[in-house]
């Protein structure tokens, strides 16, 4: 035991945990926290607003697939992070909260700068926190992080009271901690798995559907393993973008409300679907009642809860998926030599392929989305780390950039928030100082959290922000052309700011570009720069993201604007 205060049994737990990062922002309920900071030896992010710490810490956690930290004051600080702990929540994303909270004595009596964030967050956290006594935070800091990254992952709060910060006592470290009632599974029943293996191999037109949780689980090995051994075609949720390269012959894409026609189409055809880690969301297969009909479906994911909470299922296995494919490729080797290419199912694959992209035309302008993204695919090296923002922007990425090494692209696609990919970004770059990053952006979403540069300058994080400016919001006024004929209403940005400016202002490179000749080489630029870039592309206003699924409509409903 060792005698210290309650705010430095924190930083010491966190230090623990192998933390080497902080994304966060003092005030008056956390500064004991922050005045323990002074002698740790962490990397701490000064940001200009909560809420980016929050998606920071995020983006951290993304790469790094391990829990990111931030910090926050009481009150406004605390609800400033909500949305980001909402959007990791949404997609299971492992982080861990920490705010400062009002003294215990003035808790419930409206003290300055008091919420009770405990109650605010529970619905979008897997945990939350508040010690009562100095010598409670180590082991609920050992708590949270078991929480937040084990099983399917998400945010954990904890939330300290100032006079527990300042109080002192003898504190113990603990190396072994148990969380009653909570007992994850990892492992798969062999029974099913075996049950799997006979209704795939029985399949003649088989096709795996990939989502987020093949990335958190890092099962990209095992993925293209098992989609080898059966040759079966390969097509991913929004959130799973990126499990499976999408340059390998058996990649289809992402299917969905913006998804690649071809996979729309494929998924349909075929006669059983195995989705791992995915969560059949609304925006992945439209109307549940018509997904899967006449099919079998085998549903892999680690979170009992999903199986059968959208879509019932033929079979279901319960663990996580890079232990479940591994079996699974395992069982097929054991029962079937690999498949060849050459088969019906694979040669109807390249007809939708090659029927799209003949049908599918592009606006006749020198720059528009899909243009620019496929330069961007051009020039980016492999390995570099992409995010996006929300709106017409990140539909465009999912039709246009294809991720080629995995588990480099990331989104907000549960929640879908707006102004996440800038932060996101800086958070990624600093878990992978060495590799090139970009926040793929619209001017509507990249308002809302610009100031970050200021952070990406000052902290030497130089990423690349790739504008796609129409100066609208751009998916909302689409939906108000489509389906209110075209009575815009609170969408025109009206030519204003000036992006290039605005970086300049905070010290970073601004590149407006008119030309796809002066686009290369504004990429080029900023891939060569140490400091952050931002590359204004404007694009028209009137540019619409086709295929498009309509809310209430199925996949087979798909909207192409041929």
């Not at 937040?148 to 109080?167: C, F, M, T, Y």
């Amino acid at each position: 035991m060792t005698e210290m205060t309650g705010a430095k049994a924190l930083i010491t737990s966190l230090e623990k945990e192998g933390v080497d990062v902080i994304f966060g922002l003092p005030g008056g309920a956390n500064l004991p926290i922050y005045d323990a900071l002074v002698d740790a030896d962490f990397r701490h992010i000064l940001v200009r607003h909560e809420q980016s710490a929050a998606h920071m810490a995020d983006g951290y956690a993304r790469v790094k697939r391990k829990a990111g930290v931030c910090f926050a004051t009481s009150g406004p600080g605390a609800t400033n992070l909500i949305t980001g702990i909402a959007t990791a929540y949404a997609d299971s994303s492992p982080m861990i909260a920490v705010t400062g909270q009002v003294p215990l004595g003035m808790i419930g009596k409206d003290a300055f700068q008091e919420t009770d964030i405990i109650g605010v967050a529970n619905p979008c956290t897997k945990y939350a926190f508040q010690p009562r006594t100095a010598v409670e935070i180590p082991e609920m800091v050992k708590k949270s992080f078991y929480i937040a990254e084990s099983g399917r992952p998400g945010p954990v709060l904890i939330d300290i009271p100032k006079d527990v910060q300042q109080s002192t006592a003898d504190i113990n470290f603990p190396d072994l901690i148990k969380v009653r009632g909570y007992n994850p599974i990892i492992d798969p029943d062999l029974a099913n798995v075996g049950k799997a293996v006979e209704l795939l191999l029985a399949a003649q037109k088989p096709i795996i559907m990939a989502g987020g949780g093949v990335i958190l689980s890092g099962a990209f090995s095992e993925l293209q393993a098992l989609a080898e051994s059966v040759m079966a075609p390969v097509v991913t949720t929004f959130k799973g973008k990126g499990a499976f390269p999408e340059n390998h012959p058996l990649a289809m894409g992402p299917i969905g409300m913006h998804g690649h026609p071809e996979a729309n189409r494929i998924i349909l055809e075929a006669d059983l679907i195995i989705a791992v880690g995915a969560r059949f969301s609304d925006r992945s297969v439209g109307r549940f009642d018509e997904f899967g009909k006449g099919m079998n479906i085998i549903h892999m994911d680690i979170d009992p809860a999903e199986i059968g909470k959208n879509k019932s299922v033929d079979l279901a296995i319960v663990g996580d998926v890079k232990s479940s494919l591994r079996t699974m490729v395992k069982m097929i080797s054991k029962k079937v030599t690999k498949r060849g290419f050459e088969n019906e199912w694979l040669k109807r694959r390249k007809e939708l392929i090659d029927y799209y992209s003949e049908t599918l035309k592009d606006y006749p302008r020198e720059i528009t989305a899909k243009k620019s993204l496929k330069k961007l695919r051009e020039l980016l090296p492999p390995e570099s780390i992409v995010t996006t923002e929300v709106g017409q922007c990140q539909m465009w990425a999912s039709l246009h950039f294809d991720v080629i090494s995995p588990g480099t692209f990331f989104s907000s696609t549960g929640l879908g928030t707006m102004g996440f990919g800038f932060p996101a970004s800086i958070g990624a770059k600093a878990a992978r100082p060495d590799v090139s990053v970009v926040d793929i952006a619209g001017d509507g979403s990249f308002n809302m959290t610009e100031n970050s540069l200021a952070v990406s300058v000052i902290e030497k994080l130089p990423v690349i922000v790739f504008l796609l400016n129409n100066y609208m919001l751009g998916m909302v006024a689409q939906w108000q052309r489509t389906f209110y004929d075209r009575r815009y209403m609170g969408v025109e940005q009206h030519n204003c700011p000036d992006y290039v400016k605005i970086a300049e202002a905070y010290g970073a490179n601004g590149i407006r570009v008119e030309t796809m000749s002066e686009l290369e080489k504004a990429i080029n630029s900023a891939l060569r720069s140490e400091l952050p870039t931002v590359i204004d592309i404007p694009i028209d206003p009137d540019e619409d993201v086709f295929p498009f699924v309509a809310p209430g409509t199925g996949l087979k409903d798909m909207i192409t604007g041929a």
